[in-house]
């Protein structure tokens, strides 16, 4: 009998090409659009949860000197314009200490500053400028901005993403205003190749900075003070699991430091997922029209995106996804439940509104760090690798090429079986 394994490796290789396609999933409402704004001027977007129950709210930046910083609800009404000129990257983080009490931070980077703001629960002065953070150190073409407490220490630091450098800040409020002491910078470049930063977030349970960095991908780096500058690549930019142009990068945090990290993929009209332990590629999404809601376009082009695993509202108690679109007419938001997404796949993604590791001791914000468990790893002598840790894993699936490879072998040795026979 002919041996059947030529036949089953074609017929292997198109199913994986056919299962490795960006699944597809449904919105249930988008933002107006910011007509001050322009066309192609949204940059960022960002989410804050209210810890009490009360409205959420969305903040998006936009790159314009006619708008600036955007405060949207979730019904996707404009709520309020702080016009401080063109802002570019966005970061929220409750819990900071500001002048002896707690308040919920929002800073917003500009070209050659980042402002600092105060969330109140005023409804007609949501947003309410605390002023320019008062770093010693200067920076210019400013691109991005995260912020990140530590499970160690407890100290509150934002990272400042400036062309290919990233410079990371303890912040103080003690006196009010907020300030910020340069503690260590971060060359991105890897080898000779090197881009600008378009996008960062932090991940406090596992002490990791991610970096979506153009011309090589997405990059991870230790987020304490002391953890150096090394990286690591987790998916290199160049037409495999990430196009060549990308956008930022959210962290969907759900218990025992399980979750998802969530790429915007510009060239694919997508966003990629990796597994946020092992950093494992599981998969891509689209987000879809929706001619029942009202949503006539899909997403095309996005650049920003923010994601939650907390109860949302009555409309998303089971997370949500904001997804940019660019392209096809004025751009936008979609706003997705989390559930939508997570059973796209097969099997489905995680759907998980814990995100505390102790018992919810942070106070009811859902800002519980945990305890730092473990960091990025030495930057390998080929630095396009795809690091596996190799605990815990939560991905849905494994990635096609490891199923295909798996499958591959199992032939082989059927047929060699067969031919001692």
Known sequence: MRNPFPLALVALLASASVSGQPVSVVP????????????????????????????????????????????????????????????????????????????????SAQAGRVMAY???????????????????????????????????????????????????????GADGGVSGTQVRSIDTRVGTAFGTIAGLTADEDTGSLFAMVSGQGLLRFGAEPDA?????????????????????????RAGSSEGYLIAADRDANAFVVFERRSLAFIGAFRVASNADAGIRDAVDGPLALSVTSLPVGATFPDGLFIAHDSVAGPENLKLVSWPAVANAFDPPLRIDTRQDTDGGTDGGTGRDA?????????????????????????????????TALLGLLALAMTGRRRRRS
């Open 228 to 252: 150096g500058s090394e990286g690591r690549v987790v998916a290199a930019a160049d037409g495999g699991q990430l196009s060549t142009t990308i956008g930022r990068v959210g962290l969907y």
């Open 370 to 402: 945990g305890p730092v468990v473990g960091g990025p790893e030495p930057l390998p002598s080929n630095p396009i690798t795809i690091p596996d840790d190799g605990d815990g894993c939560s991905c849905a699936s494994a990635s096609v090429p490891a």
């Open 118 to 172: 105060r969330l109140s629960t005023l409804a007609s002065d949501r947003v309410q400028p605390i002023g320019p953070v008062a770093f010693d150190v200067s920076g210019s073409g400013l691109q991005s901005v995260a912020l990140y407490r530590s499970a160690a220490s407890g100290r509150f630091y934002a990272f400042r993403a400036s062309e290919r450098f990233i410079d990371q800040f303890e912040l103080s």
């Open 28 to 107: 249930t409402s988008q933002t107006d659009v910011e007509v001050a704004a322009g066309a192609n001027a949204l940059r960022d977007v960002a989410l804050w949860v209210n810890p009490d129950g009360g409205s959420s709210l969305i903040f998006t930046a936009y790159d314009s000197v006619n708008s600036g910083l955007v405060t949207y609800g979730l019904n996707g009404d404009r709520l309020e314009l702080e016009a401080d000129g063109p802002t570019r990257g966005l970061a929220v983080h409750d819990g900071f200490p500001l002048a002896g009490g707690n308040q919920t931070l929002l800073l």
